[in-house]
């Protein structure tokens, strides 16, 4: 048994009870809430994560500030930098112990959603090779185009699956392995979860054009949220802090990286991966916008919460500077603007 199996295992139970019970037997429908119950269980793991990284990046400035009086000293730099952590209640893993508990969690999500008979099913690896087989076999019997996408290893599961929901004529040659009762139902609001969407014209307007152009929803939704979401996590820029000006030039190319890669793997894997995706960004978008208005506020540098009125008042310092050094100046300008009056 492999490492993520003891995750995935609870997950992909918890999934096909979802499925078979609120699920109302839509495996859309049980992608949607399971994956919503995922993320709120984790919440408080990312609302940790984000209020500590928050807190070091308010007291980066005082850190490089340190760090450039005690840069030949490494015993001192070391007490000063513990000494402002204690001061400011800043733990410095604080930020990546929370990330560390996730990511485990959100890889399995991924692996229960592509392995079904594994994890929802419950199948044991020797009944899953025989199933792949048969659909490998029984596809190739039936003389049509085989979809090379459907053949990759990590979808195979879920290929195999959907194969069989659709041809249950042909489930005599999964007997004792697969029963009618253990086939998932994969459409929901029209679209069929099992297929993967294709730009190919041939499947767009062929016979299978009822299946192939709902499913060019999808890769659209998802761009549109991997967008947003990212946008919306994108950290603001502190004049006095350069590492969040490098960590939002980053973030910009991910803006636009990232909807790419959700297009691309789009048409590469399952609806139903896609829409699992699309759950989590939707559910990111609203996290994010919570976040924003609570934890970032509240955290946020002193010094970039005053910067737009320091901003506004600079030139009125600079004049009041140069009136102190010149007061003839300041008469001067006085008595004139006075006789312009006159």
Request: with cysteine; hydrophobic share 40%.
């Amino acid at each position: 048994m492999k490492i993520l199996d003891y995750i995935c295992i609870p997950l992909g139970k918890f999934l096909y009870f979802i499925y078979n019970t609120v699920g109302l037997h839509y495996y859309g429908l049980a992608i949607i809430i399971f994956t919503i119950v995922v993320k709120l269980v984790l919440l408080p793991l990312t609302l940790k994560q984000y209020k500590s990284t928050t807190k070091m990046q308010a007291i980066q400035p005082q850190l490089q500030e340190i760090q450039k009086r005690y840069k030949n000293d490494k015993e001192k730099l070391n007490q000063e930098m513990m000494k402002l952590y204690q001061e400011n209640g800043v733990n410095p893993a604080g930020g990546c112990l929370p990330l560390l508990v996730q990511m485990p969690i959100l890889i399995s999500l991924y692996w229960v959603i592509v392995q079904p008979l594994k994890f929802m099913l419950g199948k044991t690896e020797e009944q899953i090779t025989k199933i792949v087989e048969a659909f490998t076999t029984a596809l190739s019997a039936t003389g049509a185009a085989v979809d090379k996408n459907l053949m990759l290893s990590t979808i195979k599961e879920l290929s195999a699956l959907n194969f069989f929901n659709d041809n249950r004529n042909l489930l005599d040659k999964v007997s004792g392995l697969l029963s009618a009762d253990e086939l998932i139902n994969f459409n929901f609001l029209g679209l069929h979860l099992g297929r993967t969407a294709s730009y190919s014209t041939e499947k767009l307007f062929g016979p299978e054009a009822y299946i192939y152009l709902p499913l060019l929803l999808l890769p659209i939704i998802g761009v549109i949220t991997t967008f947003l979401s990212t946008k919306l996590s994108m950290p603001k820029k502190n004049p006095n802090n350069p590492q969040t000006g490098m960590a939002s030039s980053m973030s910009n190319s991910m803006m636009y990286m990232g909807p790419v890669m959700t297009l691309i793997f789009s048409f590469q894997l399952p609806a139903g991966v896609v829409l699992y995706w699309i759950a989590g960004y939707v559910f990111q978008i609203f996290q994010q916008l919570y976040i924003n208005k609570t934890i970032l506020k509240k955290h946020e540098p002193v010094e970039t919460r005053k910067e737009i009125k320091e901003g506004t008042s600079d030139a009125a310092k600079m004049t009041e500077q140069i009136l102190e050094k010149n007061p003839s100046k300041g008469t001067n300008n006085k008595n004139s603007s006075k006789k312009k009056k006159k």
